[in-house]
């Protein structure tokens, strides 16, 4: 209870001082905050981030899509129905391995991506 009363205190006193700084205090930190983004060592992070992303992340979705298409040709062959429901078993099994392997190598990029940040 106290903390939330604390918080309440803190939100409080953040509005009345922002308030009070008004517009032009809001302007001068929205400016400075500008020419930190635009510095060229956080751009440099900002673009490693964006190369992760569109690298890694798509490793996990495009197995995933993979996997379903196989699945889905497997029981669409001709043959009976239990021929078609082992094939796509088997390809769904197979596809599993697929898409763990994705997973782990998503989850390795990410670490390396935290090491390679925190410098170790």
């Known amino acids: 209870m106290r903390g939330k009363v604390?918080?309440?205190?803190?939100l409080a006193a953040g509005y009345v001082l922002g308030t009070r700084a008004g517009r032009e205090r809001y302007?001068?930190?929205?400016?400075?905050?500008?020419?930190?983004w635009n510095l060229p060592p956080v751009q440099k992070q900002v673009d490693k981030a964006k190369d992760f992303g569109k690298s890694a992340a798509m490793?996990?979705?495009?197995?995933?899509?993979?996997?379903?298409?196989?699945?889905?040709?497997?029981?669409?062959e001709r043959g009976t129905a239990g021929?078609?429901?082992d094939a796509a078993v088997k390809a769904g099994k197979d596809s599993a391995d697929d898409i763990a392997a994705a997973a782990e190598t998503a989850a390795d990029e990410v670490k390396d991506a935290l090491r390679d940040r925190d410098g170790s």
């Open 27 to 36: 302007e001068q930190i929205k400016e400075q905050a500008q020419k930190v």
């Open 83 to 85: 021929e078609r429901l």
């Open 6 to 10: 604390g918080l309440v205190i803190g």
């Open 59 to 76: 490793a996990l979705p495009n197995a995933l899509w993979n996997g379903t298409v196989k699945v889905v040709k497997a029981a669409s």
